[in-house]
């Protein structure tokens, strides 16, 4: 399943717990999860694939976290 991630919604958004999320939903290393995230707080939509047997578990990750996606495939 494909995500856009759209832009987070948090007061105070906490960079490293959203890094960490991405790291763990989807198949990127720790490095590039916090490049991703960097983009996102900017205000640009980030792309990411994430395994169909985390799909659940990371959309209910990604709102605990305020961000908005949206579901591309």
Do not use: F
Not at 13 to 39: W, Y
Not at 45 to 71: F, H, P, T
């Amino acid at each position: 399943m494909k995500l856009n991630l759209l832009s987070c919604d948090a007061q105070r958004p906490d960079k490293r717990a959203i890094a960490q999320c991405i790291t763990e939903i989807s198949n990127v290393g720790s490095s590039l999860a916090h490049e991703l995230t960097d983009i996102l707080l900017e205000g640009d939509a980030v792309d990411i694939e994430v395994e169909d047997k985390n799909s659940g578990s990371a959309l209910r990750a990604l709102r605990k976290l305020n961000v908005d996606y949206e579901i591309i495939e």
